[in-house]
């Protein structure tokens, strides 16, 4: 199990006490507008190497959507996550690459860093494939996306891209995140739009 770096990221995104925003409405205008670069350095067969990446985000999740969360996992184990995580009917924002469609975001918090900068925490299920079901291999127990991105007090920056992650909780309440590939995905040239 790789735990390096993304068993502290899931400790802010599950224990995070900053403050969000109160309510949940979708923000006429985005609050953050993110580009990157991805390289895909894993052992994944059939995947792209490169790609630009896009991330605009509506709104930060709360603190009731959190703590929903953090009781989903603790009493239902990764299966009631994925459900929780499921039923947020109102996406934080969205992925995308190369300009694709993409991927609905249902999780997303900032936490201010001492430096003047930001350290961005991005959650959501992943698309599995029919043929994925049918088939059932391994990546199936990796149902989760997530996504660091640490940006400096000018908006740049870079990040780690997990696109199959598996979220569990020890006895002591100690979040693990395992990554099925040989490691992420690198987001460089990681810039703030606003």
Do not use: C
Request: glycine residues 8%.
């Amino acid at each position: 199990m790789r735990k390096d770096g993304w068993r502290l990221a899931a400790l802010i995104v599950i224990g995070s006490t900053v403050a969000a925003p109160k309510g949940t409405a979708i923000a006429a205008k985005a609050v953050e507008r993110l580009t990157a670069f991805a390289v895909d350095m894993s052992n994944l067969a059939g995947r792209n190497n490169t790609a630009t990446v896009d991330i605009v985000i509506n709104r930060w999740s709360t603190d009731a959507e959190r703590d929903q969360l953090r009781a989903a996992l603790r009493e239902s184990g990764p299966e009631g996550l994925l459900k929780a995580l499921q039923k947020i009917k109102d996406p934080v924002g969205r992925i995308s690459a190369n300009g694709s469609l993409g991927y609905p975001l249902r999780f997303a918090r900032q936490v201010p860093q001492s430096d003047g900068g930001r350290r961005i925490l991005l959650g959501t299920d992943r698309l599995i494939s029919f043929l994925e079901l049918r088939d059932q291999p391994r990546t199936v127990d990796y149902p989760f996306m997530l996504i660091d991105i640490r940006l400096d007090a000018n908006g740049k920056g870079e990040g780690k891209l997990m696109p199959l992650a598996k979220i569990t909780e020890d006895r002591d309440h100690i979040v693990e995140i395992e990554n099925y590939a040989s490691e992420p995905v690198r987001l460089t040239a990681v810039q703030s739009k606003k």
